[in-house]
């Protein structure tokens, strides 16, 4: 029922083991630029979270106080919810397995809690391909739980392709879409938005909707794969030419490069911010990132990302949850891996003009 080629689905398990570097890596950017030369006065700030499920914690995680304070100064912050939101699974055992996801009502809010992110500053995706490993009813019980919480979606099937946000006098237009699902095409389509839908009529969608600034969360590209494949790099390229200011992507659950094209910055993959595939996995596995992006809300750059950071983290397994650090606090050998691998994905530089 799935969507996912054979040839993907006999690399899983392979690439789990051993997440590629193979690829192009032409036109990275380093982890830290200005992409003005001017700066702007004033400035909106959205921090983007990678994947967030309960596959690999029982308890709440423990979280870094520096990157707690970064995910709260955001005046928005976007993320992916790789779980549907359920008080009890309705497939105990695949989801004990962790084949399917869910995560409590009361895991969630904890979680935001713990992390700086209140539920009227946030918005999560529900556009991946585990969205309905809860069955149909999980997805409206997801639904129900998430606006109980007070917590904004976007990427629902039965939403605009592009919804609107205000911030400080600026509108931000977001359009989340998966490329994949784990269930039927009919049962997907109508609960959250596919990359079909997304690109029909040469993505009449964006190119119609006229924010100050546009931004599209995309569920796409191959798992354990550090570098995007051609077709997604096409992908973001359709979406720039679009309209789009800035392209944030998930699903391949590692870390995975920046690039601009033209005025427009993609950000490929920002790995999982909470575990969402075993409890404990190798070492590239734990390396995620959380994006930083200001935009400006000056009249003359109104809706330009100004400047962005992709800040480093690692998850640590800590007995039935994980401890979220900061990458420069990884000792040892471990340490070491993991800031050559962080290095081979954004190479060295720091705020810099990189365009006008």
């Known amino acids: 029922m799935s969507n996912f080629p054979l040839a993907y689905k006999l690399s899983w398990l392979p690439r789990l083991l051993k997440p590629s570097l193979r690829d192009t890596r032409h036109g990275l950017l380093p982890a830290h630029a200005s992409l003005l030369h001017r700066p702007a006065a004033r400035t909106a700030r ?24 970064l995910i709260a100064s955001a005046d928005l912050v976007i993320g992916n919810c790789e779980s549907p939101v359920v008080e009890r ?23 935001l809690a713990a992390v700086g992110a209140t539920p009227a500053r946030l918005l999560l995706s529900l556009a991946n391909n585990h969205i309905l490993d809860q069955g149909l009813a999980g997805y409206e019980e997801t639904r129900s739980a ?18 609107t946000v205000q911030l400080r006098g600026l509108s931000v237009g977001f359009a989340a879409f998966t490329e994949w699902r784990n269930a039927r095409a ?42 995007p494949r051609p077709s997604t790099r096409a992908l973001a390229e359709d979406f720039a030419e679009a309209g789009a200011a800035l392209v944030v992507g998930h699903h391949a659950h590692v870390l995975q ?28 596995l734990r390396l995620g990132g959380i994006l930083v992006a200001d935009i400006s809300i000056d009249p003359r750059t109104k809706g330009r990302v100004v400047e962005y950071q992709m800040v480093p983290f690692v998850r640590e397994r800590a007995e039935r949850h994980e401890r979220l650090l900061p990458l420069d606090d990884v000792e040892g050998e471990a340490g070491e891996l993991l800031r050559g691998r962080f290095a081979a994905l954004f190479p060295a530089g720091d705020s810099h003009a990189v365009s006008e």
């Open 46 to 69: 959205l921090v983007f979270l990678g994947d967030i499920s309960a596959v690999a914690n029982r308890k709440i995680p423990e979280i870094d106080r520096r990157l707690r304070a």
């Open 89 to 111: 699974p309705r497939y105990r055992l695949a989801t004990r397995a962790g084949t399917r996801h869910a995560m409590p009502p009361r895991f969630l809010a904890e979680l």
């Open 146 to 163: 998430l606006a109980g919480l007070g917590i904004g979606t976007i990427g629902g099937g039965e939403e605009p392709p592009v919804r």
């Open 186 to 227: 009919a049962d997907f389509a109508a609960r959250a938005t596919m990359l079909d839908r997304l690109v029909e009529n040469d993505c009449a969608a964006l190119r119609y909707s006229k924010p100050d600034h546009l931004c599209v969360v995309a569920h796409w590209d191959r798992e354990f794969r550090h570098f």
């Open 257 to 284: 490069p920046a690039e601009l094209i033209g005025d427009t910055l993609v950000a490929y993959g920002l790995g999982d911010f909470l575990g969402t595939v075993l409890r404990r996995v190798r070492w590239p």
